[in-house]
């Protein structure tokens, strides 16, 4: 038996609706959540796509994202939006700001959409691919609970705070899309390694005395690091800065796991949206021959380069779900 | 004989003033380049103050730097301003659109000033503290010629491309400020461990054939790398999108070199300012709570953290210049 399932996108589509209604979930939160994971199933680091929609089923049930959440938005400035999202997912408050985000983009050159107060954001290069769909730019930064430290020593405090690029390259050519965290790895590395009893790299996490460790073990019991170092603790500080610091959410230091207990962990989200200059600019046409350059000189262009994977993957072969994921989904829907 | 020379605020400023306008720059270059050197003297990385300015200095009379240009700017968007600098000093087209920007920051919540075809920028910090000190949130980057690959065994294709992050603090309190190069370490030190025989740490540059090396020798032949790999090259990615992307400046691999040869470098810079929500929405107050608290864990905070020097340097004090810098200025000022 084949540890993958293979669905066409319509089924997928349909199962992933039922599965978040099943959970609790309510119409316009199921929506923005479906559209999420299938973007990032499709153009996405996979894991993120259906793997990490049952972490929301979960939260779903276990009361850390409410289903059913009012958001609010209050615009302090005509091209500044401060959402609140109600505990609830954090793509319905951007999915509700959207087209207001991308006019006010376009009219005044650059907006920002700040939001607080939601579930952890799932896939973060998935806002700014959003916005590449549009023709524009974007930065995005948020931020979760406390497990990377800023130096080996030190207590935990920053999530993996992830940053996000987009920057479109025009019609047809799929936007350059830079999606990372500011640890060295992410803490499921962690987690594989300690359960196959493999040992993890030199730089990658700190045991429970905050001494450098490559037991994955100990690991667990410790946090991550920086990657880079010092430079990528600075990195992780703006991401903190940018993240709860603008929004108003919690500090990495404040936030519960969204993978445990009742509590949401109400994080912060920044969103910087800027128009790549007027369309006779040509800078769009300019960044795609960029691209085209770098990639011709070996450079690996994150979002367009092909990474021993079809990227995106052809709708036409269908999404592969590992199976245990896609049993835990077809189980909560009652498919 | 010291080899340092002590010289106080205003005998500093006038001395530079002098040297500025010998070399050939024009009254307004002058004086935004001195105001520029003195920050970076009293609150940045001293180097970046005086020693920095005799690269000013010799590019002013070398033409690299159009000592008395016509700086343009267009506003295709409200919040959105787009430079030309003809080819003078970057400091100089950003005095002159700082109140815009300013203005149209508190107005729309947010602005992006853009700017091709200056000489390189200096201190980075410098743009992102002045933003700092209207209680501005700012974002910076700019690039200059290609001196960075993206992995050992390419080509460089990257300047050392600074991102600067400034965050206000309040009132009475010293911003947040990180700037910091994409590579692992800055070229100079490449050069100051060549030239004293000493091998440079491994992860810092590649010789000629694009292998890592310890051999500042040759190091010098090859090229920097990125700092924390794969991530950091995608930093300077980022930054080279957002510099000469945005702006429409020249790509690192077309820059000329800013020390040698006729050639403005003609480079990009972008500059993001945000408001740090509403005034009564306290956020300034409350990121400096949590730097305190960052700081109180041991966490260096840059622009704020105390690190073995006073920061920043006690204008009692007086600013203390290497003397051979001292003596170029001199010479050059006919003092």
Redesign the interface.
């Known amino acids: 038996m084949s540890d993958e399932v293979v669905l066409d996108l319509a089924e997928a589509e349909a199962l992933a609706m039922r599965a978040c209604l099943a959970a609790g979930a309510g119409e316009a939160t199921a929506r923005s959540l479906v559209d999420a994971t299938l973007s990032a199933a499709i153009y996405g680091p996979a894991v993120l796509g259906f793997p990490h929609m049952v972490d929301y089923l979960d939260s779903f049930r276990e009361g850390r994202i409410n289903g059913d959440p009012t958001p609010t938005r209050a615009r302090?400035?005509?091209?500044?939006f401060?959402a609140d999202a109600d505990r609830g997912i954090a793509q319905l408050g951007f999915d509700l700001a959207f087209d207001d985000l991308v006019a006010a983009a376009r009219?005044?050159?650059?907006?920002?959409f700040?939001q607080t107060n939601s579930y952890t954001t799932g896939e973060l290069g998935y806002y700014v691919r959003r916005l590449a769909g549009e023709g524009i730019?974007g930065?995005a930064a948020t931020n979760a609970n406390a497990m990377v430290v800023?130096?080996a020593?030190?207590?935990a405090?920053y999530s993996t705070n992830p940053m996000a690029?987009g920057?479109p390259l025009g019609e047809g050519a799929l936007p350059?899309i830079?999606d990372?965290a500011s640890s060295?790895t992410a803490y499921v590395n962690i987690v594989a390694a300690a359960a196959e009893g493999r040992a993890i790299l030199q730089g990658w996490a700190v045991d429970e005395t905050g001494k450098d460790t490559q037991d994955a073990a100990r690991a667990l019991g410790g946090a991550l690091l920086p990657?880079?170092?010092?430079?990528?603790?600075?990195?992780a500080?703006?991401v903190?800065?940018l993240s709860?610091?603008?929004s108003?959410g919690p500090?990495s230091?404040d936030t519960p796991s969204f993978r445990e207990g009742s509590a949401s962990p109400a994080v912060g989200l920044t969103i910087?949206a800027?128009?790549?200059?007027?369309t006779g600019?040509g800078?769009v046409e300019?960044?795609r021959r960029?691209a085209d350059?770098?990639q011709s000189?070996?450079?690996?262009?994150?979002g367009v380069s092909v990474s021993g994977i079809d990227y995106p993957r052809p709708a036409t072969e269908g999404l592969k779900v590992p199976r245990a994921v896609f049993e835990a989904v077809v189980k909560i829907a009652g498919a």
Do not use: C, H, S
Not at 107 to 112: D, M
Not at 228 to 233: N, Y
């Open positions: 302090p400035y005509p091209a500044f401060a009219n005044f050159g650059l907006a920002v700040t730019v930065i800023a130096k020593g030190g207590p405090v690029f920057f350059l830079i990372q060295a990657f880079g170092g010092r430079k990528g603790a600075n990195v500080l703006m903190e800065m709860a610091g603008l108003g500090w230091l910087i800027m128009m790549p200059g007027r600019d800078l300019r960044a960029q350059r770098l000189l070996g450079v690996f262009v994150p």
